[in-house]
């Protein structure tokens, strides 16, 4: 079941799965939302920059440190980014997330004379200025290390953690 809470910054997005859920961003959803819309600017697509899709990976990267029993491999694209979490976890870490988010403008097929460069990203915390403010937060929020066993044994087998439900007496 995919939730928008109102704790998470606009365009995020928690789904709750049985040990741990996905958080995903999809720009698309900032695209589609009227309020998040300046000026002239709905002829071209937004786009996270290579800086902001760095940060995201260091972030979840720390992250999976932090959590090595729920860790996966992630995509971090320019539109759109989703990884596994543990649901106590994604208030914060969607808050640090959002801190690193920088979204270009761009017009396909659009090349204005005289300029060099890409226009100037716009930081996500402007953009959403109007509606939703990002949280600061620190990585001290978040414990080293977790171990999940609600309801669950671990068996590791080649580094990765396989979780069996456990065996009731008979």
Known sequence: MASESNSLPPGFQFSEKLVAGRLDFDIVRLEDDER???????????????????????????????????????????????????????????HHLAADLEIRFEIPDFSPSGLDEDPDPLPYSDLISDVATV???????????????SGLSESVCLGRVWKLPKQTAR
């Open 36 to 94: 998040f819309h300046r000026g002239d600017r709905t002829d071209g697509i937004w786009k996270l920059t290579d800086e902001a899709r760095e940060a995201i990976i260091a972030v979840i990267d720390e992250y999976y440190d932090r959590r090595p029993a729920i860790e996966e491999s992630v995509s971090v694209g320019s539109e759109s980014f989703a990884f596994r979490i543990l649901p106590e976890d994604v208030e914060h870490i969607s």
């Open 135 to 149: 949280r600061e937060v620190s990585w001290s929020e978040i414990p080293e290390t977790q171990s999940i066993t």
